[in-house]
């Protein structure tokens, strides 16, 4: 079966109902794979993305294991450290936007007893580790996908990155920030980027 991927974004922004029962949410999330499966690219996808209003996304970033089902879900907590992260979206394609996502997060489901935690695989996040680090994206999809069930997309306010001339953030002197110089990116402590902002270093 062939589905259509919802582009219309009043559609999309609208919050999704949640499922009644795990046998409800199994049935949708089949479909999700069957959509998923026929798409040359595409890490994770929810129901809203193929005209379904209920709250079941998929995420499948390890290629090599089944993907992992959310029915209902919600962050309930997410960790303060955060990273600035260009995204993707089967719903807007051809569209990258850099969001601002926690490295971290922890999910409540239906069709989980107990919360599902993701993050980073490796520590510290480099420069060179993003792009290849499968815990930390799907940490960062999880969000995205959970952003779905709420009708809430990676270009709108709050999600997408704003920068600022002047953004006064307290930060303790072990908190990790991001800087940037010249198109290179540090995630560094908040004591280490002080030093580095007198080098011509801006801090994120």
């Not at 040359?40 to 209003?53: E, K, R, V």
Request: net charge neutral; aromatic share 4%; glycine share 6%.
């Amino acid at each position: 079966m062939s589905y259509k991927i919802v582009k219309n974004k009043d559609i999309l922004h609208k919050k999704t109902e949640p499922v009644s029962t795990i046998q409800e949410g199994e049935e949708i999330a089949k479909k999700l794979i069957e959509a998923l499966d026929t798409l040359s690219h595409g890490i994770g996808l929810s129901a809203i993305q193929i005209g379904i209003p209920k709250a079941v996304s998929i995420v499948r970033v390890r290629k090599d294991n089944p993907p992992i089902i959310l029915m209902n879900p919600t962050i309930v907590e997410a960790s303060k450290e955060k990273l600035i992260f260009t995204e993707g979206c089967l719903s807007l394609p051809g569209k990258l936007t850099n969001t601002v996502r926690s490295l971290k997060v922890t999910v409540s489901t239906l069709n989980h007893a107990n919360p599902l935690s993701f993050g980073p695989d490796t520590d510290p996040i480099t420069q060179e580790s993003v792009g290849k680090d499968l815990g930390l994206l799907e940490s960062i999809c999880i969000q995205h996908e959970t952003d779905h069930t709420n009708g809430v997309l990676m270009i709108d306010e709050g999600i997408r990155f704003v920068p600022t001339v002047e953004k006064k953030v307290k930060h303790g002197r072990n908190d990790k920030v991001m800087v940037e110089k010249s198109g290179e990116t540090q995630y560094i402590k908040y004591k280490k980027a002080l030093e580095l902002v007198e080098q011509g270093w801006k801090i994120l």
